[in-house]
């Protein structure tokens, strides 16, 4: 399997910005860009969620602020464990 190189260091610090408050961190939309980059590494459920999310107008649900996290995170973690 061959991995994309990944900058270890900026996806520790978008995970980082992720987790504080928008207006502090990183925007929804620089995380939903950061995971589609990424979309091998992503369900199908979890991509077709994702381009929901990117084109719907309305803020983010609780719930879907927490699947979004939880995507982002798995993008994350990834990117950590290929970059080891």
């Known amino acids: 399997m061959t991995a994309d190189i990944i900058n270890l ?36 459920w979890e991509r077709r969620f994702l381009d929901s999310i990117r084109h719907s107008r309305c803020e983010l649900s609780p719930r879907q602020q927490a699947v979004m996290q939880q995507i982002f995170d798995k993008v994350c973690g990834v990117a950590e464990d290929d970059a080891s």
């Open 9 to 44: 260091a900026e996806y520790r610090a978008a995970k980082a910005a992720a987790a504080t408050r928008p207006s502090q961190g990183m925007s929804v939309d620089q995380a939903i860009a950061i995971c589609l980059e990424h979309r091998k590494i992503l369900t199908a």
